[in-house]
C-alpha cells in the first residue's frame, strides 16, 4: 500500500534554525521541499566566507569518497558520527585518498608489465634456442615476430619478399612454440629496418615490442631478465595488497567516519538552502507520513517547547505538485517491493501492486515449473541466499521470492504428480488435477484461466482507482471486466463445459453489456475489449513454457537408457536436469515479469511517483539504494 502523506510547514526563530534542523536530521522522517517564496520570506544565501567553506568540505568529500573507492572494500559504517575537526578530517583523507591513488598506480603497472612479459612467456624457450645459434647481433635491428599455425607458405613467401626488397643482408630463423605458432627472429641491418618494418606491416605478420627495460641486452640475457622479473611480480603485487589492507585496517573507520560526517555536514547545508527566513524566524516546509506526524510533533516539543510550531499545509496550496510516494507492505509482501521498483514508483493516491504480485507472481511461476524436484532445489538456494545476504538487501528480497515461488512450485509439482519429470509417476505419485506430458487442453485451460482472473482484478483495480474522479470511465472498467467473464463463461458453454443451456443468456448478456460500454468508455471501447481479450490469450505461454520444461525433464530420464553406460547416462540425464533447471528459473521469471508489466499493470498502474527521501543522516547504503532508484 501507498502510505498518506502530510504536508507540513515548520516555523521558528531564526537563531534555532541550525538546531532544528539537526534534530529534523536524527529523526529522519521529513522529506523536505522548497516552499515558494514570497516579500517578507527569502531564501538563506551563503555569505563569500560560507562558501569557501562549502567548497573546502566537497574536497574533502571528494577525497574521502576516492579513497574508500580506492580501498576495495566498504568499511563498516559508524554508528554515530561525532563533531568533526574539518582540518584533521581533510589531512587523513587527502593523505590516505594520495597513499591509495600511488598504490592503485604502482599495482596497475606491475600488472602492466606481468601481462606484457605473459605475452613473450610463450617464446622463451624458442627464443633462447634462436640466440644460441651463433647469430652476432651487433649492429642490426631484430624482430621479434609470432607466426600463426600452419604458416609455412606465409615464412616462404616472406623470406622471397625480403630477399627482394633487401637482398641477402637478412637473417630468418624460425622455431614452432608450445602453443603451435611458430616464433621467429628476424636480424636486418640496420639500413633496412624501414623497409623491414614496411615488408611486415603489408604481409600482417605480428610483431612483438619487448618492454623498454629488456631491450639493451642480447637476446638470451634479456630472456633470462625476463624471466627473473616474472618470478618477482607476484611478491611485489602482494606486498601492494598488503599495504592496501594495512591502510584499510589503520584508517578505514576513519575514513568512513569522516564520509559520513562530511555528507551529514553537506546535507544540513543543502537544507538550510531550502529554508525561508525573515530577520527573526524561519520557515521549512516537507513531506512526512502521516502516520509519523504525532512522533515528529512530540519530538520536536519535547526538544525545543513552543519555539517551534508545526502547521499542516491544506492541499489547496501543494495541489499540482508531486507528492513523495512511501510503499509499505505487510512482512510477508514486501520482499516483492523488489519487482514493483524495477517500474517507475506509481503515483501518489493511485494502486500500490505489490500484494497482487505477491500473490499471482509466485503462483504464475509454480504453474510453470511445477516439480517437486526443481521446486525443492530452488528452495535449498534461494534459503543459502537468505543466510548469506544482510538483512534488508536486494539480495535477501530476491532469495525471499525465491523460497515463495520454490513452495508453489512443490504444490504444483504434488498436483502435477512430477518429480523430476515423469520420475514421480515412476515412483508412485499420482497426478491430482492432470498430467502436464498428456494434458495439453487442460493445461491450455488452466493458463488461460488465469488469465481471466489476472486481467479481471487488473480492470477491477482499474476501475476502483479512477472511481475517485472519472465514475464513467470506472463504470465503464467495471463493464469490460463483466464483459470479459460473461465471454469466457459463453465459451464455456458453447464448448459444453457448462451447460448448454446458459449459452443463450450469456449472449444476451454480453449483447446487452457492449452498448453500455460505448457509452462509458466511448467508440474505441470494442478496440479496448479485443485487445483484452488479446491479453487473456498471452496467457497461454503458462501452458506453452511449463510443457516445454516438463518435456525436457522426461527426456533427461530417458537418457539413462540411451547409452550403452549407465553411468555416462546417469550423468547425461544430471547434466540435462541441470540445464532444465536454471532454464526453467529463469524462463518463468522473464515471462511472469511480462505478463505482470504489460497485460496486468497495463489495466490500472499508473506510473510517476517520486521517492521518498527523508532529510537524515548519510549512509553509504541508503545513498546506494537512492542513486539505483533515480
Not at 511461476?365 to 538483512?391: H, Q
Not at 487442453?441 to 482499474?462: K, N, S, Y
Not at 467508440?523 to 511449463?546: D, H, K, Q, W
Amino acid at each position: 500500500m501507498i502510505l498518506d502523506m502530510s504536508r507540513i510547514r515548520l516555523l521558528g526563530p531564526r537563531n534555532q534554525l541550525q538546531a532544528v534542523l539537526a534534530r529534523v536530521q536524527d529523526l529522519g522522517l521529513v522529506h523536505l521541499v522548497e516552499p515558494p517564496e514570497t516579500e517578507a520570506l527569502g531564501r538563506l544565501g551563503l555569505t563569500a566566507e560560507q562558501e569557501r567553506h562549502v567548497k573546502s568540505v566537497r574536497k574533502i568529500g571528494a577525497d574521502v569518497d576516492r579513497a574508500i573507492e580506492l580501498l576495495g572494500e566498504r568499511p563498516s559504517s559508524p554508528k554515530a558520527v561525532k563533531d568533526l575537526s574539518l582540518p584533521q578530517a581533510g589531512l587523513i583523507a587527502g593523505r590516505c585518498r594520495r597513499q591509495l591513488e600511488a598504490l592503485t598506480d604502482r599495482h596497475q603497472a606491475l600488472e602492466e608489465e606481468q601481462a606484457l612479459i605473459l605475452k613473450f612467456r610463450p617464446f622463451f624457450s624458442t627464443f633462447r634456442r634462436i640466440a644460441e645459434s651463433g647469430l652476432d647481433l651487433d649492429g642490426i635491428r631484430v624482430f621479434y615476430l609470432v607466426l600463426r599455425e600452419d604458416g609455412e607458405q606465409e615464412l616462404r613467401r616472406m623470406r622471397v619478399a625480403l630477399r627482394e626488397a633487401i637482398g641477402d643482408g637478412f637473417e630468418l630463423l624460425s622455431q614452432p612454440s608450445e602453443s603451435g605458432e611458430s616464433a621467429m627472429l628476424l636480424a636486418v641491418p640496420s639500413a633496412n629496418a624501414k623497409e623491414a618494418e614496411l615488408l611486415l606491416s603489408e604481409a600482417g605478420v605480428q610483431a612483438l615490442s619487448l618492454p623498454e627495460q629488456f631491450e639493451e641486452g642480447s637476446v638470451g640475457a634479456t630472456v633470462q631478465r625476463m624471466q627473473d622479473r616474472l618470478l618477482e611480480l607476484p611478491d611485489e603485487l602482494a606486498a601492494v595488497e598488503e599495504e592496501r589492507r594495512r591502510i584499510a585496517k589503520e584508517r578505514g573507520r576513519d575514513l568512513a567516519r569522516i564520509q559520513a560526517g562530511v555528507h551529514d555536514h553537506l546535507t544540513k547545508i543543502g537544507a538550510m538552502g531550502q529554508a525561508l527566513v525573515t530577520p527573526r524566524a524561519f520557515v521549512l516546509e516537507g513531506w512526512v507520513p502521516s502516520t509519523a506526524l504525532p512522533e515528529l510533533e512530540s519530538r520536536l516539543e519535547k526538544s525545543f517547547g513552543n519555539q517551534v510550531e508545526i502547521e499542516s499545509v491544506s492541499s489547496a496550496e501543494w495541489a499540482g505538485e508531486t507528492v513523495p510516494v512511501v510503499l509499505h507492505n505487510p512482512r510477508l509482501f514486501r520482499p516483492f517491493e523488489t519487482i514493483t521498483r524495477m517500474m517507475p514508483l506509481p503515483k501518489y493516491g493511485t494502486m500500490d501492486p505489490t500484494p497482487f504480485v505477491a500473490i499471482f507472481f509466485p503462483m504464475f511461476f509454480g504453474v510453470v515449473l511445477g516439480d517437486i524436484g526443481y521446486g525443492a532445489m530452488l528452495g535449498i538456494i534461494s534459503l543459502i541466499l537468505r543466510i548469506r545476504s544482510p538483512a534488508g538487501g536486494k539480495l535477501r528480497s530476491v532469495s525471499e521470492i525465491g523460497l515463495a515461488c520454490a513452495l508453489f512450485s512443490i504444490i504444483f509439482g504434488f498436483l502435477y504428480g512430477e518429480l523430476f519429470g515423469d520420475l514421480g509417476h515412476r515412483i508412485g505419485l499420482h497426478p491430482i488435477i492432470f498430467n502436464r506430458e498428456e494434458a495439453f487442453f487442460p493445461f491450455l485451460g488452466l493458463a488461460v484461466a488465469l488469465g481471466i482472473v489476472h486481467i479481471v482484478v487488473g480492470l477491477l483495480l482499474g476501475a476502483v482507482k479512477l472511481f475517485r474522479g472519472d465514475k464513467r470511465r470506472a463504470a465503464g472498467k467495471g463493464i469490460a471486466a463483466l464483459m470479459v467473464v460473461l465471454i469466457a463463461l459463453a465459451l464455456m458453454a458453447a464448448f459444453e463445459m457448462l451447460p448448454r443451456r446458459f449459452f443463450t443468456p450469456l449472449v444476451i448478456s454480453v449483447l446487452v453489456a457492449f452498448p453500455l460500454l460505448i457509452i462509458a468508455e466511448g467508440v474505441l471501447a470494442p478496440v479496448e475489449l479485443i485487445s483484452t481479450l488479446g491479453n487473456v490469450l498471452s496467457y497461454a505461454r503458462i501452458m506453452a513454457v511449463g510443457t516445454a520444461s516438463v518435456m525436457m525433464a522426461i527426456v533427461a530420464n530417458r537418457m539413462t537408457g540411451a547409452f550403452g553406460s549407465v553411468v555416462v547416462g546417469v550423468l547425461f540425464a544430471l547434466l540435462f536436469h541441470l540445464i532444465n533447471f536454471v532454464l526453467g528459473v529463469f524462463s518463468p521469471t522473464i515471462h511472469m515479469l511480462r505478463l505482470h508489466y504489460v497485460e496486468f499493470f497495463g489495466k490500472f498502474y499508473s506510473p510517476g511517483g517520486s521517492q521518498y527521501r527523508p532529510f537524515r543522516h548519510w549512509s553509504a547504503r541508503d545513498s546506494a539504494f537512492e542513486e539505483r532508484s533515480s
